[in-house]
């Protein structure tokens, strides 16, 4: 069980955090800021290089790196598709401009997408090795 103070602090927390993506989002479809292939030509606020960019912690960046590989990892093809997506052979992460060519597109999944309480407190970012 949480207290209500912990509580309170992850979801101060989650807002930082889907802050900073969308406003990731808004950069790189506004300056095209990815390849033909989608992949990321900049840093994401999850990466080692980018959290600082967007004024997180790095524990936090960890940790919607963790969340946003556990998503792609138990998706379903009846599930909204990812709007990013990690290649382990490659090391690079990718943006979904398939299925979101548009970023009014990429904005609404990031609306249904929202980093949840539940996935924030329960991540352990110490068996993190990505």
């Known amino acids: 069980m949480y207290s209500q103070e912990e509580l309170q602090i992850a979801s ?7 802050a900073a993506i969308t406003k990731f989002v808004e950069n790189l479809y506004t300056n095209y800021e990815f390849d033909n292939e989608g992949r990321l ?10 959290w600082n960019e967007y004024n997180l912690l790095r ?18 093809p009846h599930f909204i598709a990812p709007l990013f997506t990690y290649d382990t052979t490659t090391r690079n992460w990718y943006i979904n401009v398939l299925d979101y060519p548009t970023i009014e597109q990429a904005k609404d999944c990031l609306l249904k997408w929202q ?5 924030w407190i329960t991540v352990d970012i110490k068996k993190d090795k990505s």
Not at 12 to 18: P, R, S, V, W
Not at 41 to 48: H, I, R
Not at 115 to 119: L, M, V
């Open 12 to 18: 101060t927390k989650i807002e930082q955090a889907n």
């Open 41 to 50: 030509l900049s840093s994401a606020p999850w990466t080692e290089t980018g």
């Open 59 to 76: 524990e936090d960046s960890r940790k919607i790196r963790k969340i946003l590989r556990k998503r792609q990892q138990n998706w379903q």
């Open 115 to 119: 980093i949840t309480i539940r996935e």
